[in-house]
């Protein structure tokens, strides 16, 4: 089977790298986008299995981002990751539920490298028997 393929959206390059690494070490094939213009551009190429989305970002914010994937279809799992407080985090992920989206987990910020590795496995495995 080939990799599964995850796009990282944040606008912290840092931090996008400290994804990046986690996930290749996961065995995915990452793409890291750092606003919506850069996402909706990797996104049309890339066709990712797995969309790790923030929601503060400069341009486009998450929320326009759920709305956005959900327009276009999208059937890639999507966890969002932010440091808002839990009830706007709470709303943009129910938003993407209603909206037809695959909503994975809420991931909050600041995330510890082993949180972030368990929760990425944890996604491989979902993906992986629903490829099969």
């Known amino acids: ?6 796009m990282v959206v944040d606008d912290d390059p840092g ?3 400290f994804v990046r690494k986690v996930a290749q ?3 995915y094939e990452v793409t890291v986008a750092h606003d919506g213009r850069e996402f909706r551009s990797a996104y049309a ?3 990712p299995d797995l969309i790790l989305l923030d929601l503060a970002m400069p341009g486009a914010d998450g929320i326009e981002l759920l709305r956005s994937l959900a327009d276009n279809g999208c059937t890639a799992s999507v966890m969002v990751m932010s440091g808002f407080d839990a009830k ?3 709303t943009a992920r129910r938003l993407g539920v209603a909206r037809g989206l695959q909503m994975g987990r809420v991931l909050t910020k600041p995330i510890r490298a082993a949180d972030l590795r368990t929760v990425l496995e944890d996604a491989k495995q979902g993906l ?3 490829a099969s």
């Open 15 to 17: 931090f996008g790298e």
């Open 88 to 90: 706007v985090v709470d």
């Open 128 to 130: 992986e028997s629903h």
């Open 45 to 47: 190429q890339t066709k």
């Open 25 to 27: 070490g996961c065995g």
């Open 1 to 6: 089977m080939s990799s599964l393929r995850v």
